[in-house]
């Protein structure tokens, strides 16, 4: 522990008045600010330093032909360089990120870069870092292209080095450390460009283990890439030209394992570049020649290599990364082929590459690491573009895009119309055409209009997808009509607009497509009104707006329909209110929005209609959600006050739970009808943007549901949303700073648990992080510095605060935070603070002026005394002198008087004056 306690001696008065003046002298000068600190010891690895989360199990399986969102990472964000070589994170929850131009930490929202300082020896050893462990007892090592290994003291802020030494037999064999590796029995294994290397941590050596021609038994080569021991104590060690070797520990000889052309089950490539030990045991290597699967039985291999014909095979044949996730699947980083998701039961690839018109999609091509942090974020490093992130536990919503480069995707971005017919096949409406999704395989297969082939589909605009009780498809368009497909033959039936022929179907511009529970199909247009087709009789009926019938459909402008469980036909018009159709006898009631009456329709524009499992009418319009009273007649309206993410509702599902999910033009939210609540998504979510389409909305029969936007689809089943994420995150003071300038305690931060500031720098600014990766923008903060504020401070996502002119006293400075989901770390972090007052303000000063007060006081009064009592002596002297004074001149006056006739005198003077 470092610090500093001031002691005040006892004094006698005159040397507590020598004391006050010389103190006072050396306040007047400028003084060095005094800080004294108490540091916490050495890291000792618990379970609590951040607590694991684990994956949810109901979290959504990864679909064939799905896209992933990935956020970038790079030098414009902080990041120092933008090859990620290297991934950790360490015990307290920072992210250290090892690239070509130094080592970075990274808090969520700041980097700290460390790089080599000629001029310090304990800097860094060398900018290029290949290699960073974090060992049992919390020492960071890093390994460096240029200056060996590295280990990094976080208390005293330093780096140790570890160099090869010509004239030290028992220093690191070589300055270029590739791989570094702890064993369960806490060694350290450092694979360098010349052997192999055992650390022996009690001198501080290394022992030696390199290639010798002449051992056929030595290690296979000298460059050692990659080093893993499994489970069953066997050390495996990866070489750049020697294949795979298996040390013996007990006989310290090794076993090679290599590529033979003649040999289709031996290792592809003898350049092994990782090594990774599955759940169940398997061993896995990326070599230059594909991802291996090794049998230790046998000793053979199963490989996967590149086909360039083969869309769910391997992307490339340089494998420089291997991880695998929660669920079982295996992420692969390649050199030349981005990142790839190998699923162990079908034995395939999907392949995640760079898009330049998908800001979302993986930022390179060449992938050299992939690290997954406790929280379930999967962090992934490229040789050029920076590192990209992914939260596995927030992939609730599957993803379907158009990707240029791949024509095994949608053709547009742009949704319509959804659905998923008695097959399974979903099928996709879009401003480029009608797409057609086998489900099990991925494969995508797209239908548009050749105006050469009167049986191809009208046109690219697709408005509406439905399939009708015969299991055949209808497809709306926005500008030519109604077409019907037949699956079996492919073709296209079209319906259109025929200005000749009155029985002909009306409008182009086709809206909603629905059948009723008798099989009539009900087809919505916004210029034609509403069309009954009868598929049995083959006879089209319209219903149009007739101003002199007020019975009649108020506007030819038709949206939305559905019917409910008594039979009623309701069609949501675009712009002129709710209908309410009476077939029978063909009277449509009108409900439109009134400004005097708060309880009438909320909004004219009216964009869906949907009835739940209780018979309840919902209807969303451009003002909001809608709840119909069928025995008031009367709305009920949810809008942005009452927590919706947008008044303009597009879309409405229900889930078994009895859940309505809605589609808006700001987020997907899931309504709860019993509470009135709303839990609302957003693109940082994982959906494909803020803003959804009208129509592009469904409900499979297994319950999944599908929405679709301006950029993309998004497919997700209710009960699998992950409702928050339980990651509680580790909280800690990043920065300590007084006018900006950081203020210099000897020690990093993490090992600080108290510190002492001296009048006048009675003040300080801090800025404190939650460690939670997931979406750090979304964490909140608070904080409190107890004996000195009431109540704590939230502050939002804001981090960072200060106090200035503190009294003298000792505080103590607590800070709190959470996750992107509002999960709190309600233990946080603390620091003890003192603040040594000025001299005046000090009980000793006051102490000390109450005595020179008292002082003077009793001096005062003993003068005082004095003098009145020397007064009085003065006085009775005074007196005593003048009565001895008065007494004489009446010893005179009788001597006087005795001697004259004092009779005579006196009639003498009397008559003289007679």
Same mark, same amino acid.
């Given at each position: 522990m470092l610090r500093t306690v001031i002691k005040i001696p006892p004094f006698t008065f005159s040397l507590v008045l020598m004391s006050l003046f010389t103190f006072i002298a050396a306040a007047c000068s400028n003084p060095t600010p005094l800080t004294s600190v108490q540091i916490t010891p050495e890291f000792e690895p618990t379970a609590s330093s951040g607590q694991v989360a684990d994956l949810p199990a109901s979290m959504p399986q990864f679909l064939p032909g799905q896209q992933l969102r990935f956020e970038h990472i790079s030098v414009e964000d902080g990041l120092s360089q933008n090859s990620g070589l290297a991934i950790l994170q360490d015990s307290n929850g920072f992210m250290w990120f090892g690239t070509q131009d130094g080592l970075n930490k990274y808090d969520g929202q700041n980097f700290t870069v460390y790089k080599h300082d000629p001029d310090n020896s304990n800097s860094l050893s060398d900018n290029w870092i290949l290699a960073i462990h974090e060992d049992h007892l919390g020492a960071l090592w890093i390994g460096t292209l240029n200056g060996g290994l590295d280990r990094y003291d976080r208390e005293?802020?330093?780096?140790?080095?570890?160099?090869?030494?010509?004239?030290?037999?028992?220093?690191?064999?070589?300055?270029?450390?590739?791989?570094?590796?702890? /064993?369960?029995?806490?060694?350290?294994?450092? !694979?360098?460009?010349?052997g192999l290397d055992r650390f022996v941590s009690e001198t501080e050596s290394f022992t030696h283990y390199q290639h010798n021609p002449d051992d056929a038994q030595s290690l296979s080569a000298d460059a050692v890439q990659s080093i893993h021991k499994t489970r069953d104590g066997i050390l495996w060690v990866g070489t750049e030209g020697g294949g795979l070797n298996r040390f013996n520990l007990e006989t310290q000889t090794f076993t090679h394992f290599s590529n033979d052309p003649d040999d289709p089950q031996s290792l592809s490539d003898d350049n092994v570049w990782v090594i990774y030990e599955d759940t169940f045991e398997a061993l896995w290597l990326g070599t230059n020649g594909g991802l291996d699967r090794f049998d230790k039985e046998s000793g053979t291999f199963a490989h996967f290599i590149n086909n360039p014909y083969d869309p769910q095979g391997l992307s490339h044949n340089s494998v420089r990364a291997i991880y695998k996730d929660p669920l079982g699947a295996l992420w692969i980083g390649t050199d030349g082929g981005g990142l790839d998701r190998f699923d162990r039961e079908t034995e395939t690839f999907t392949n995640y590459q760079n898009d330049p018109s998908d800001p979302?999609?993986?930022?390179?091509?060449a992938v050299y690491e992939i690290y997954q942090d406790r929280e379930g974020v999967l962090w992934i490093?490229?040789? #050029?573009?920076?590192?990209?992130?992914?939260?596995?536990?927030?992939?609730?919503?599957?993803?379907?895009?158009?990707?240029?480069?791949?024509?095994?995707?949608?053709?547009?971005?742009?949704?319509? !119309? =959804?659905? $998923? /017919?008695?097959?399974?096949?979903?099928?996709i409406g879009t401003n480029g055409g009608l797409n057609k999704l086998n489900r099990r395989t991925g494969q995508w297969l797209h239908y548009q209009h050749d105006p050469d082939d009167p049986f191809s589909l009208s046109s690219n605009v697709i408005g509406d997808v439905y399939e009708d009780q015969e299991g055949l498809l209808w497809i709306g368009t926005y500008d030519n009509g109604l077409n019907s497909f037949d699956p079996e033959t492919e073709r296209f039936t079209?319906?259109? /607009?025929?200005?000749?022929?009155?029985?002909?179907?009306?409008?182009?511009?086709?809206?909603?497509?629905?059948?009723?529970?008798?099989?009539?199909?009900?087809?919505?247009? *916004?210029?034609?009104? *509403?069309?009954?087709?009868?598929?049995?009789?083959?006879?089209?009926?319209?219903?149009?707006?007739?101003?002199?019938?007020?019975?009649?459909i108020n506007s030819n402008s038709v949206y939305s329909i559905y019917e409910d469980k008594q039979g009623w036909l309701w069609i949501g018009t675009f712009g002129d209110g709710l209908n309410k159709f009476d077939r029978e006898n063909e009277i449509f009631t009108l409900y439109q929005s009134d400004s005097k009456d708060p309880r009438s329709l909320s909004n004219n524009l009216v964009l869906v209609i949907f009835i739940d499992r209780e018979g309840t009418l919902w209807i969303g319009t451009a003002g909001g959600l809608n709840k119909f009273d069928s025995q008031t007649e009367t709305f009920t309206h949810y809008r942005e006050n009452e927590g919706l993410p947008n008044d303009l509702v597009v879309g409405i599902l229900e889930d078994e739970q009895g859940n309505l999910w809605l589609s808006t033009n700001h987020g997907l939210s899931r309504f709860d009808p019993k509470t009135e609540t709303f839990k609302n998504f957003d693109v940082t979510n994982g959906i494909q943007s803020n803003e959804f389409n009208g129509l592009a909305y469904h409900k499979s029969n297994s319950g999944e549901m599908f929405f679709g936007g301006i950029r993309g689809l998004n497919a997700f089943f209710p009960d699998r949303i992950q409702e928050?994420?339980?990651?509680?995150?580790?909280?800690?003071?990043?920065?300590?700073?007084?006018?900006?300038?950081? =203020?210099?305690?000897?020690?990093?931060?993490?090992?600080?648990?108290?510190?002492?500031?001296?009048?006048?720098?009675?003040?300080? $600014?801090?800025?404190?992080?939650? *460690?939670?990766?997931?979406?750090? $923008?979304?964490?909140?903060?608070?904080?409190?510095?107890? !004996?000195?504020?009431?109540?704590?401070?939230?502050?939002?996502?804001?981090?960072?605060?200060?106090?200035?002119?503190?009294? !003298? +006293?000792?505080?103590?400075?607590?800070?709190?935070?959470?996750?992107? /989901?509002?999960?709190?770390? $309600?233990? +946080?972090?603390?620091?003890?603070?003192?603040?040594?007052?000025?001299?005046?303000?000090?009980?000793?000063?006051?102490?000390?002026?109450?005595?020179?007060?008292?002082?003077?006081?009793?001096? #005062?009064?003993?003068?005082?005394? @004095?003098? *009145?009592?020397?007064?009085? @002596?003065?006085?009775e002297t005074q007196v005593v002198s003048r009565t001895r004074e008065l007494a004489a001149l009446n010893a005179v006056a009788s001597v006087v008087s005795r001697s004259l006739d004092l009779e005579r005198v006196l009639t003498n003077s009397l008559d003289k004056t007679l």
């Open positions: 005293l802020d330093q780096f140790s080095h570890y160099q090869h030494d010509p004239d030290n037999p028992q220093s690191l064999s070589h300055n270029e450390v590739l791989a570094i590796h702890e /064993d369960p029995d806490g060694v350290l294994w450092i !694979g360098t460009r010349r979302h999609s993986l930022s390179h091509y490093g490229t040789n #050029g573009g920076g590192l990209n992130k992914l939260f596995l536990g927030g992939l609730n919503f599957a993803y379907f895009n158009f990707n240029p480069n791949d024509p095994n995707s949608l053709s547009n971005n742009d949704i319509r !119309g =959804i659905y $998923e /017919d008695q097959s399974g096949t979903l099928w079209r319906y259109q /607009d025929d200005p000749n022929d009155p029985t002909s179907f009306k409008g182009s511009t086709v809206t909603e497509i629905y059948q009723d529970q008798k099989g009539i199909l009900w087809i919505g247009t *916004l210029e034609g009104g *509403l069309n009954r087709y009868d598929q049995e009789r083959g006879s089209i009926t319209h219903y149009q707006t007739d101003p002199n019938d007020p019975d009649s928050n994420n339980p990651y509680i995150p580790p909280i800690a003071l990043t920065r300590l700073t007084q006018g900006g300038e950081d =203020i210099d305690l000897g020690h990093t931060l993490n090992h600080v648990t108290e510190f002492t500031l001296n009048w006048p720098d009675n003040y300080f $600014e801090f800025e404190f992080a939650a *460690l939670s990766f997931a979406q750090p $923008e979304k964490n909140q903060y608070a904080y409190i510095l107890e !004996g000195f504020d009431k109540n704590w401070n939230e502050i939002g996502t804001r981090n960072y605060g200060k106090y200035t002119n503190l009294p !003298g +006293g000792t505080y103590t400075l607590r800070m709190k935070g959470s996750n992107n /989901d509002g999960v709190w770390n $309600e233990m +946080g972090t603390s620091l003890e603070i003192t603040i040594v007052p000025p001299f005046w303000e000090t009980w000793w000063f006051r102490a000390t002026l109450i005595l020179v007060v008292l002082g003077g006081a009793i001096g #005062g009064y003993r003068l005082r005394v @004095r003098s *009145l009592e020397a007064r009085g @002596r003065e006085l």
